[in-house]
Nanobody
Framework: QVQLVESGGGLVQPGGSLRLSCAASGSIRRVNAMGWYRQAPGKQRELVATITSGGRTNYADSVKGRFTISRDNGRNTIYVQMNSLKPEDTAVYYC???????????????WGQGTQVTVSS
C-alpha cells in the first residue's frame, strides 16, 4: 500500500516562512512527478508547484519567486520552501505523486491527507 505523508504546516505571520515535506512510502516501483496543491475555503484546489523525477519544476504565477520546490529521489520526498508568505496563501496544502506501485505497469495518482497553512497576524 502506498502512502503520502505531509508535515510542516502551521500558523505563521505575514512575511514569514514555512517548509512543507511530503514522503511517499510503501510498495513503490517508480515515482514520477510530484507536487503540491492547495485548497482555500470556498475555492477549488489549485496547483502550487510540481517537480519531475529529473528535477524540472513548474510554479503557479502566484507563488513564483517566493516558493521553491525540491526533491530527494532517494527518499521519495519532496519539499516546498515558502517565503514571504501572504494571508492569501492560507489553505490546506496537499501533496500529490504520480507513481507506479510495485507489481503494476501503469502510473497512478496518489494524494496526501493535507496539512493546514495559516498566514495571519
Amino acid at each position: 500500500q502506498v502512502q503520502l505523508v505531509e508535515s510542516g504546516g502551521g500558523l505563521v505571520q505575514p512575511g514569514g516562512s514555512l517548509r512543507l515535506s511530503c514522503a511517499a512510502s510503501g510498495s513503490i516501483r517508480r515515482v514520477n512527478a510530484m507536487g503540491w496543491y492547495r485548497q482555500a475555503p470556498g475555492k477549488q484546489r489549485e496547483l502550487v508547484a510540481t517537480i519531475t523525477s529529473g528535477g524540472r519544476t513548474n510554479y503557479a504565477d502566484s507563488v513564483k519567486g517566493r516558493f521553491t520546490i525540491s526533491r530527494d529521489n532517494g527518499r521519495n520526498t519532496i519539499y516546498v520552501q515558502m517565503n514571504s508568505l501572504k494571508p492569501e496563501d492560507t489553505a490546506v496544502y496537499y501533496c500529490n505523486a504520480a507513481l507506479v506501485p510495485m507489481g503494476r505497469i501503469f502510473e497512478h495518482d496518489y494524494w496526501g491527507q493535507g496539512t493546514q497553512v495559516t498566514v495571519s497576524s
